[in-house]
Nanobody, 124 residues
């Protein structure tokens, strides 16, 4: 069982930055890939970024490439999402998720464990 707790969300103006964090409980954190997803009002939850168990491989949705960076610190059981050059369309609840395998994946069904989310609001 893995429990995930996100933090770092908030309200910023367009062009601003936020660093989201997700702390995981459980001994298997360093053995699984992690992902960030987001859900805007009235829309389905969408993939944002994923990182492999070792941290050596990352993958992003096209809309955030060059602006967001996913990273992890396995010693601290924490995964991060640095969000830069934020746009109003980035407004959403951001969710951290833990996969069951070591390699990266963008598929929601590959993530059995989810946090409760943290709100990011970007104003123009």
């Amino acid at each position: 069982q893995v429990q995930l707790v996100e933090s770092g969300g908030g309200s910023v103006q367009a062009g601003g930055s936020l660093r989201l964090s997700c702390v995981a409980s459980g001994r298997t954190f360093s053995n699984v890939a992690m992902g960030w997803f987001r859900q805007a009002p009235g829309k389905e939850r969408e993939f944002v970024a994923t990182i492999s168990a070792s941290g050596g491989t990352t993958y992003y949705v096209d809309s955030v490439k060059g602006r967001f960076t996913i990273s992890r610190d396995n010693a601290k059981n924490t995964v991060y999402l640095q969000t830069n050059s934020l746009k109003p369309e980035d407004t959403a609840v951001y969710y951290c998720a833990a996969a069951k395998q070591t390699w990266t994946t963008s598929r929601r069904n590959d993530y059995p464990y989810w946090g409760r989310g943290t709100q990011v609001t970007v104003s123009s």
